[in-house]
């Protein structure tokens, strides 16, 4: 099938939670669950939907760097880009922009 660039969307949807982390996290309604765990469960979810989407098996490596990114973020307020723009065709722009 090949319809989907699912490290590209990855790191776009890595590049999001770090923004939402270091932007929202303060704002955490009380009672409610973590927005970190929530983040990281759908993220996981739409990974793997993509993958078998795909015909293929979900790759782990994909949220151990989601983890590993988000760990090495926190508390930083600096941008993290997702890809060049420069890589990124009209397809995976379309991608990105439904998946977020």
């Known amino acids: 099938m090949n319809r989907f660039n699912i490290p590209l969307v990855a790191e776009g949807i890595t590049a999001y939670a770090i923004e939402r982390q270091n932007g929202w996290e303060r704002h955490q309604p009380e009672g409610a669950p973590p927005w970190q765990a929530q983040r990281r469960l759908w993220t996981d979810a739409i990974l793997q939907g993509m993958a078998r989407l795909e015909e293929q098996v979900p790759d782990p490596k994909l949220m151990e760097q989601f983890d590993r990114e988000l760990e090495q973020a926190s508390g930083s307020a600096a941008p ?7 890589s990124l065709d009209g397809s995976a722009l379309f991608q990105m922009g439904h998946i977020m």
């Open 80 to 86: 993290v880009p997702a890809a060049p723009a420069e």
